[in-house]
């Protein structure tokens, strides 16, 4: 098994740019999850699914959006990147849809966004 | 105001000592709570979950246990190695065993192990 990957592993964007930062698991997990990793802050959830075709937000969800249409797939797009956006994305997978907290979490590697 | 807490951005020990790392929360219920390891670079990797139910639990030299009336986690590992240099991430849920998407995060301590 591959586990949790991501791509990109680095990425510059433009203010106003927009992107998707694509995250895949293979291991027939339910739930899915993007956080961003602040200096200082520590992991914050942005957005979560608990199946296909099921999201919701998290802690930080402004500016980004999500849709999850495959079991293994989860991308988080930015819509219109802003320097406050800079910041290490991870995406994590579990195995239960009962809740992040009844399970371990895989993480992926992390993008690394810079905003200009 | 709700906080998750760990109570040392770094903690600094000798080879061989048992490292004793702190995690406490306020105003929150977890029915669950979890401990990761992150090494530079990379995600987090899942360590241990405890259960408000459970003390105590152990996984070779690292032990942690669930204190629901102090609200506190402590997270040890004995006999410590300069590769288990690393932070280490305290989470818990809190929708008490729900299936509300907010694990929440502290922001880790950094552990460095000195020959």
């Known amino acids: 098994n591959a586990g949790v990957t991501q791509t990109p592993k680095f990425q510059v964007l433009k203010t106003g740019q927009s992107m998707t930062l694509q995250c895949a698991q293979d291991?027939?997990?339910?739930?899915m999850s993007w956080y961003r990793q602040d200096p200082g802050m520590g992991l914050r959830l942005i957005h979560y699914?608990?199946?296909?075709?099921?999201?919701d937000q998290g802690e930080v969800p402004n500016g980004y959006n999500v849709s999850r249409s495959t079991t293994e797939d989860f991308p988080l797009r930015l819509l219109s990147a802003a320097p406050s956006q800079t910041s290490v994305y991870f995406c994590?997978?579990?195995?239960?849809?009962?809740?992040?907290?009844?399970?371990?979490?895989?993480f992926g590697p992390g993008t690394r966004l810079t905003v200009l | 105001s709700q906080k998750i807490e760990q109570n040392s951005e770094a903690l600094n020990i000798q080879e061989g000592k048992t490292a004793t790392l702190t995690c406490n929360y306020t105003?929150?219920?977890?029915?669950?709570l979890q401990w990761y390891r992150q090494d530079p670079g990379r995600g987090p990797v899942f360590l241990l979950l405890i259960r408000e139910n459970e003390k105590e639990k152990r996984k070779e030299r690292l032990k942690v246990t669930f204190d629901t009336t102090l609200k506190q986690s402590l997270f040890h590992i004995t006999a410590s190695q300069p590769a288990d240099s690393a932070t280490y991430l305290c989470?818990?849920?809190?929708?008490?065993?729900?299936?509300?998407?907010?694990?929440?995060f502290g922001k880790g301590t950094k552990l460095s192990v000195k020959p």
């Open positions: 291991m027939n997990h339910e739930y």
């Open positions: 994590a997978s579990s195995l239960s849809s009962g809740g992040p907290g009844t399970d371990e979490q895989f």
């Open positions: 105003n929150y219920s977890p029915a669950y």
């Open positions: 989470a818990l849920d809190p929708d008490y065993g729900g299936s509300q998407g907010n694990l929440i």
């Open positions: 699914s608990v199946g296909a075709g099921i999201t």
